[in-house]
Every structure is written in structure tokens, then in C-alpha cells.
């Protein structure tokens, strides 16, 4: 869908940018040549009339030309809509992506054309979502290129060992720590559809405050190296590990990062689909870097809005 309206985006651009230059090289210089031959004519100054759709083309023009360069290669706004960056991201947060964060690229094929840089461990970003590059997804990178991922289901930590590809060393690990778990501040809830299947919804709730049919979320810090950030946990559920994607050649629940690929993982950890069951994210599926919250709305997935939420507005750590 993404890439369908960049490419709509594209073709409008270009069929006004078509418009815009006959115009103003071509008709515009005719239109004035037959103005002064009329006035010369009869010395009396006459109005040369524009077409509709040549007026209507070259007026739109400059307005498509500045949103499709600052989406493609600049900003790009992403409504969230799940919770499963939360508590970092909550569903009706409205976001900005910087796109030039990891290179300039082919807003159509997704090409880099220029690099410009590669993501960070902690890092929030948006990229085509790899087992079906339609959709973009957003999580945390927790693994660069060569790192040994591993993950505690049971005590839900991650180790990180950088540089174990090729059969390097990769005795060293990245010093991951954990505050306290407490209670969170978010319940959530499960919903019947009615057809057999189950939605959750996420209401902030003051502590010591219970939802009927709800479950609230624990909470700690995790320092990933040299970025701290909330992650969320429900309190006693377990991975699936048996849909855990397993790499050859490796134990489950462990993970090499191939060089050029990234592993992701979402901060409500227990309801994140992420590196953990599908795999590696290609650095040509990177989208960008989500850097700033410019709207949020109170709302829950699938549902309208019922509030504006100013205090989340700001940058995204």
C-alpha cells in the first residue's frame, strides 16, 4: 500500500511536471506572441486564454514536486497501529520517519542510491515488513550485522555478543542490564469478535485499579548498552518458542545476524511479532529512523479516536 501511493505520488508528479514545463516553455511564450500581435494589430490589448487543465496541472505542480521530495528522501509521516512498540510507541501515536537516515533510496524499488548511514543498536525503525514487503513494520534493532543474539523466554532478557560471524571471537557481551520488574501503568484486555477470535485492547489505568477481564502489564528499564528504554511484560505467559525461527546451525532461541541484516524486536515483548518468529530484516527493507511523536490520539486498534493525547507529543527514545 505504501509503496502504491509513492508510486501514485510519482506519476502525478510527473504528468504536472509535464504540464508545468510545456507551459511555461511552450505555451507561455505562445500565448505572448499572440498577445503582441494582437495589440500591434489593432492596438488594442487582448487576454490570452489558458486551458482548464493546463492552469489546474502547472498550478499543482510545485505542491506535488515538495511533498513527494520531502516523503521520499526527507520526512515520512506512519500512524501506529498496534501495540506492540508500547510503551514507547502507543497505538494512535502519529510519527515521523527519517528517511535519509540510512541512505538516500529509490522511493519506488526501495534502491539505495546514496548511503548515509546504518542503523544503531536500540535504534526504533521502520522497514518493509520481510515476509511481505507491503506492509511496514516498526520495532527496536537489538542485533547488527555479525552479533549473537540470544533470548531468555522464561526471564525474558536478551544477551547480545557483537562480532560472531565467520567464526570470530564473540566472547565479549554487549552489557545489557534490567531494572526491578513492577506494575505497569497499561491493563490489557481481551475482546471477543464474536467469530471465535480474541482482540486485545490497552487502557492506560492508575495502579491498584483492576479492569474486569484484564491483566496488567509489567514493567522495567532495559539498558541496551547505551540505550535505555520501558519494555512491557504480561505477567506469567511464555513465548511460543516452537514457532521460533530457527536459523540453521544454531540452538533455538539463538540467533547469528547474517552481515547485511538486522534483528528487530518490539517493546511490549509478550506482544510483539518480531526477529523472534520471522527472522532477519535486509538492510534494503529499511525504511528509516522514527524520530518524533508530532500527534497521538486516545484510541484503541481498530476503533476511532476519542481523545488527543498533547503530552506524548516530542522525540522517541
Not at 30 to 35: H, Q, Y
Not at 39 to 63: R, Y
Not at 68 to 84: D, L, M, N
Request: charged share 20%; proline share 7%.
Amino acid at each position: 500500500m505504501a509503496n502504491m501511493f509513492a508510486l501514485i505520488l510519482a506519476i502525478a508528479t510527473l504528468v504536472t511536471g509535464i504540464i508545468w514545463c510545456l507551459d511555461r516553455f511552450k505555451l507561455a511564450p505562445a500565448r505572448r506572441a499572440r498577445l503582441a500581435q494582437s495589440a500591434a494589430a489593432d492596438g488594442t490589448p487582448a487576454k490570452a486564454g489558458q486551458p482548464g487543465w493546463v492552469e489546474t496541472g502547472a498550478s499543482i505542480f510545485p505542491v506535488l514536486a515538495l511533498v513527494f521530495i520531502v516523503r521520499s528522501f526527507i520526512y515520512e509521516p506512519f500512524q501506529i497501529p498496534s501495540g506492540s512498540m508500547m510503551p514507547t510507541l502507543l497505538v494512535g501515536d502519529f510519527i515521523l520517519v527519517e528517511k535519509f537516515a540510512y541512505g538516500i533510496k529509490d522511493p519506488i524499488t526501495q534502491t539505495t542510491l546514496i548511503e548515509t548511514g546504518h542503523p544503531k543498536r536500540g535504534d526504533v525503525v521502520v522497514f518493509k515488513y520481510p515476509p511481505n514487503p507491503k506492509l511496514d513494520y516498526i520495532k527496536r534493532v537489538v542485533g547488527l550485522p555479525g552479533d549473537r543474539v540470544s533470548y531468555d523466554p522464561v526471564a525474558k532478557r536478551v544477551t547480545v555478543q557483537p562480532g560472531c560471524s565467520n567464526g570470530q571471537d564473540c566472547s565479549t557481551a554487549l552489557p545489557i542490564t534490567y531494572s526491578d520488574i513492577m506494575p505497569g501503568e497499561f491493563v490489557q484486555t481481551f475482546n471477543s469478535t464474536g467469530n471465535g477470535e480474541a482482540t486485545s485492547g490497552f487502557l492506560q489505568v492508575a495502579p491498584g485499579v483492576s479492569i474486569d477481564g484484564g491483566t496488567r502489564l509489567l514493567e522495567r528499564r532495559e539498558n541496551l548498552g547505551s540505550v535505555a528504554h520501558r519494555i512491557l511484560m504480561v505477567p506469567g505467559q511464555q513465548d511460543q518458542i516452537g514457532i521460533y525461527y530457527q536459523q540453521p546451525d544454531q540452538q533455538l532461541a539463538e540467533w547469528i545476524v547474517p552481515q547485511g541484516e538486522y534483528f528487530m524486536m518490539g517493546d511490549n515483548r509478550d506482544n510483539s511479532a518480531d526477529s523472534r518468529y520471522w527472522g532477519f530484516v535486509p538492510e534494503r527493507n529499511l525504511v528509516g529512523k522514527a524520530t518524533a511523536i508530532w500527534m497521538s490520539f486516545e484510541k484503541q486498534e481498530g476503533e476511532w479516536p476519542t481523545g488527543v493525547r498533547l503530552s506524548r507529543i516530542g522525540g522517541i527514545h
